[in-house]
């Protein structure tokens, strides 16, 4: 079954516009992590924002947050006033358990593409 | 300043040859990573190295074999390549200790071509 689910393949936006990229996630955990990477198409990695099951608060980093909804296991990444630079692929990931180093699962990714 | 980096970047070889490539961080961090990355973006964990000790050890081919000589490196074998080992290959790595919310460094990625 899959842990992360990315049900946006692709999305055009346009310049400025705020954009949201969903993501939903499975587990029984109690205690679980959720982050969310860029990778442009100079192919590195690039991490975004992070909110751990317990927080309370919405994560927000800049022009990202997070809109955690637990009960619909769901995060999904929030861009405010995009940018050209924001066209890339998103992954959204989690990392279930009390560990933390336990491994980081990973979605099939949203290719964003921003209009000028 | 290349926080964590890999060679080579790119790697083309035949099908049957043996190759590594290399992963070094200078970030201080406690663990290390390797990922493959396929061709249609899927990231999937392969192994990891907590303190220089395998914690992590997905379902890969034994033809596939990480070697973390200290904390600040973590190498990746490869014997017998097959086609469908072309991918971009990612070293990462992250301090556990800081917790649950340790974010993973990724390298720039190797991609490997087989043919």
């Known amino acids: 079954a899959q842990k992360i689910t990315q049900t946006q393949p692709g999305m055009f936006v346009q310049e400025k516009e705020a954009v949201t990229l969903d993501c939903t996630y499975d587990?029984?955990?109690?205690?679980?992590?959720l982050f969310w990477y860029k990778q442009p198409s100079s192919g590195e990695m690039i991490f975004l924002i992070y909110q751990g099951s317990y927080d309370e608060q919405n994560a927000t980093e800049g022009r990202y947050s997070l809109n955690f909804q637990k009960a619909r296991k769901s995060a999904n990444l929030v861009i405010s006033a995009s940018q050209l630079g924001d066209s890339a692929m998103y992954f959204c990931?989690?990392?279930?358990?009390?560990?933390?180093?336990?491994?980081?699962?990973f979605g099939s990714g949203t290719r964003l593409s921003i209009r000028p | 300043d290349t926080a964590v980096s890999q060679t080579p970047k790119y790697l083309v070889t035949q099908m049957g040859n043996d190759k590594s490539i290399k992963c070094e961080q200078n970030?201080?961090?406690?663990?290390m990573y390797w990922y493959k990355q396929d061709s249609k973006k899927f990231l999937k964990i392969m192994f990891s190295?907590?303190?220089?000790?395998?914690?992590i050890n997905e379902t890969v081919p034994n033809r596939f074999s990480p070697k973390s000589p200290d904390k600040a490196h973590l190498n990746l074998h490869i014997n017998s390549l097959e086609l469908g080992d072309s991918a971009v290959y990612f070293c990462a790595s992250s301090r556990v200790s800081a917790g649950m919310g340790n974010e993973q460094f990724f390298g720039p990625g190797t991609r490997l071509t087989v043919l």
């Open positions: 970030l201080g961090h406690d663990t």
């Open positions: 190295y907590n303190n220089k000790e395998l914690i």
């Open positions: 587990t029984s955990d109690q205690s679980y992590g």
């Open positions: 990931a989690m990392r279930e358990g009390r560990s933390s180093a336990s491994k980081i699962i």
